[in-house]
C-alpha cells in the first residue's frame, strides 16, 4: 500500500515537473523565439545607481581644484596629428595630467632638460601638439642640441590663476625639479573669471564652468537619513540583481528559468522606483555643501572686475617666476592669441567656425585682454617677468588658424605658435646666454 502510494506520488511529480517544463518551454519560445536549451535571454545593463553617476573624467582635487581622474583616456583626433604615426589616444597619468611620465619626474641623467607645460585647455592642446614643435626648433639652438628636452604637461581644462601657481608650488614642494617652465594664458583668465563673477563664485575661484557640475554632483550624494535608507534597498537590490544574472545563465532547466526569470523582472521594477524615488529626494540645503566656493569678495562693476582678474592674473605670475628663480629655473608668461582679440582677417569658412557673436567668451575678451596685454607690459616686465605677447602672432597665417568658436588652434595654430615660443625662449636671458 505505501510502496503503491509513493510510486503513485511520484509519477504525478515527475507529470507535474514536466508539465511545468513544457509550459516554460513554451513561453520561453513565445516570448524569445527560440529554444531554451540551445538560447539564452540577455538582459540589458542596470540602470546606473547613484554611485556610478560620481565615476567621471573629472574629480574634485583638494590643491588643483578640478582635475582629471588617472589612467582616463585623451584623444587627439587626425587633425591635429603631425602624421598617421602620431598617437591617436593618450592617457592621464597618477596625477591626472596628460603625460606619458608620472609625477614628480625625476629624470634619467644630467643631459635632461625639464620643461614644464602650465595652462589651460589651450595649454593642454599645446602639450600634444605645439609642444613637439616648439622642442624640434629649440633642438637647433645649440645649448639644447647636447640635451634631451623632456616636456612635462601640467595643463588642465579651465585653469586660471591662480590655479597655475598652485600646481607649480606643489609640485616644487614633491620635489619636481623644473629647468623651464612656460606658462601659456589669459583666455581663462577674462572669460571665465567674468563668468565666475556672474554665477555668484570669486573670479580667483576655479572655474564655476568646470567646478559646478562636481559640486552639485557631491551635493547630490550628500546623504539625508531618507536617502540612506533609499540607498542602502538600492544596493542591496542591484546586488541580487547581479547575482541574479549569474545563476539565470548557469540554470538549464526551463521551468527554473521562469521563475527565476520573473523574480528577476520583479525585482528589477523595486530598483528602478527605488532609484526614481533617490532622485526626487532632497539634498542638503547649499549652507550644509560639502565644497565652497567663496562668492565674490566684493561687488563690482565689469571694470574693476576685469582690472582685478588682471591684478590677480600678473600677481600669480610673479609669485611663479620668484619660485623659479629662486630655484635657478627660467620662467617664461606667453598671453595666448584669441580671435576675439586679434587684427586678423578671416576667410569666409574660418569666420563661420571661429567667430560667434553669441559666444559667452566673446564679450569678456574684448573688455579683459587690453588690462591683460597692458599688465603684461608695465608689471610683468618691471618684476623682471619673461612676459610675451602672443595676442598678434597667428594674424599673418593665411591658413585657418583656429578650430572653434572659443579659443583653441589648429595643427598649424599650435605650430604657428610653438616657433613663436621656441624663439622667445632663446632671445631672452638663460642659461643658454652664457
Given at each position: 500500500m505505501r510502496r503503491g502510494t509513493a510510486a503513485r506520488l511520484l509519477t504525478g511529480l515527475v507529470a507535474s515537473l514536466l508539465?511545468?517544463?513544457?509550459?516554460?518551454?513554451?513561453?520561453?519560445y513565445i516570448e524569445t523565439g527560440a529554444l531554451f536549451y540551445t538560447h539564452r535571454r540577455t538582459y540589458q545593463a542596470l540602470l546606473p545607481a547613484p554611485e556610478d553617476r560620481l565615476v567621471v573624467g573629472e574629480a574634485v582635487h583638494p590643491y588643483f581644484g578640478v582635475?582629471?581622474?588617472?589612467?582616463?583616456?585623451?584623444?587627439?583626433?587626425?587633425?591635429?596629428?603631425a602624421n598617421s604615426s602620431a598617437p591617436a589616444r593618450l592617457r592621464t597619468n597618477n596625477f591626472g595630467f596628460v603625460s606619458p611620465h608620472a609625477y614628480p619626474f625625476t629624470g634619467t641623467g644630467d643631459r635632461?632638460?625639464?620643461?614644464?607645460?602650465?595652462?589651460?585647455?589651450?595649454?593642454?592642446?599645446?602639450?600634444?601638439?605645439?609642444?613637439?614643435?616648439?622642442?624640434?626648433?629649440?633642438?637647433?639652438h645649440p645649448f639644447f642640441r647636447a640635451r634631451e628636452i623632456v616636456p612635462l604637461c601640467f595643463s588642465h581644462e579651465g585653469?586660471?590663476?591662480?590655479?597655475?601657481?598652485?600646481?607649480?608650488?606643489?609640485?616644487?614642494?614633491?620635489?619636481?625639479?623644473?629647468?623651464?617652465?612656460?606658462?601659456?594664458?589669459?583666455?581663462?583668465?577674462?572669460?571665465?573669471?567674468?563668468?565666475?563673477?556672474?554665477?555668484?563664485?570669486?573670479?580667483?575661484?576655479?572655474?564655476?564652468?568646470?567646478?559646478d557640475p562636481l559640486i552639485d554632483l557631491v551635493n547630490q550624494s550628500a546623504l539625508t537619513p531618507q536617502k540612506l535608507d533609499t540607498l542602502a534597498a538600492i544596493f542591496g537590490d542591484r546586488r541580487r540583481l547581479t547575482a541574479l544574472t549569474g545563476r539565470i545563465a548557469a540554470n538549464r532547466i526551463a521551468a527554473v528559468d521562469f521563475v527565476l526569470d520573473r523574480y528577476y523582472r520583479w525585482l528589477l521594477d523595486r530598483y528602478t522606483r527605488a532609484l526614481g524615488r533617490f532622485a526626487t529626494l532632497p539634498s542638503n540645503p547649499p549652507e550644509n555643501r560639502l565644497i565652497q566656493a567663496t562668492p565674490p569678495v566684493a561687488p563690482k562693476?565689469?571694470?574693476?572686475?576685469f582690472a582685478e582678474i588682471a591684478?590677480?592674473?600678473?600677481?600669480?605670475?610673479?609669485?611663479?617666476?620668484?619660485?623659479?628663480?629662486?630655484?635657478?629655473?627660467?620662467?617664461?608668461?606667453?598671453?595666448?592669441?584669441?580671435?576675439?582679440?586679434?587684427?586678423?582677417?578671416?576667410?569666409?569658412?574660418?569666420?563661420?567656425?571661429?567667430?560667434?557673436?553669441?559666444?559667452?567668451?566673446?564679450?569678456?575678451?574684448?573688455?579683459?585682454?587690453?588690462?591683460?596685454?597692458?599688465?603684461?607690459?608695465s608689471e610683468l616686465r618691471a618684476r623682471h617677468v619673461r612676459f610675451f605677447d602672443a595676442t598678434r602672432v597667428l594674424d599673418a597665417e593665411p591658413a585657418p588658424v583656429y578650430m572653434d568658436n572659443c579659443c583653441h588652434y589648429t595643427l598649424t595654430g599650435n605650430y604657428v605658435l610653438a616657433d613663436f615660443i621656441a624663439r622667445s625662449i632663446v632671445s631672452t636671458p638663460g642659461p643658454w646666454k652664457n
Open positions: 508539465c511545468a517544463e513544457l509550459l516554460a518551454l513554451a513561453v520561453y582635475t582629471h581622474r588617472p589612467g582616463v583616456p585623451f584623444d587627439i583626433p587626425a587633425s591635429l596629428r635632461q632638460f625639464l620643461v614644464g607645460l602650465f595652462g589651460g585647455s589651450v595649454g593642454l592642446w599645446f602639450c600634444q601638439v605645439g609642444a613637439p614643435r616648439m622642442v624640434e626648433q629649440l633642438a637647433r585653469y586660471k590663476q591662480p590655479q597655475q601657481a598652485l600646481v607649480l608650488a606643489y609640485f616644487l614642494s614633491r620635489g619636481q625639479r623644473l629647468d623651464l617652465v612656460v606658462n601659456l594664458d589669459g583666455f581663462n583668465d577674462v572669460a571665465l573669471g567674468a563668468l565666475n563673477d556672474e554665477r555668484g563664485f570669486d573670479a580667483s575661484m576655479p572655474s564655476v564652468q568646470h567646478l562693476d565689469r571694470a574693476a572686475l591684478d590677480l592674473w600678473a600677481r600669480s605670475s610673479t609669485l611663479m617666476h620668484e619660485m623659479l628663480e629662486a630655484r635657478s629655473a627660467v620662467y617664461v608668461h606667453v598671453l595666448q592669441p584669441n580671435q576675439y582679440f586679434t587684427g586678423r582677417r578671416f576667410s569666409e569658412d574660418e569666420t563661420a567656425t571661429a567667430l560667434s557673436d553669441a559666444s559667452p567668451y566673446k564679450r569678456s575678451v574684448e573688455e579683459g585682454y587690453p588690462l591683460l596685454v597692458a599688465a603684461g607690459a
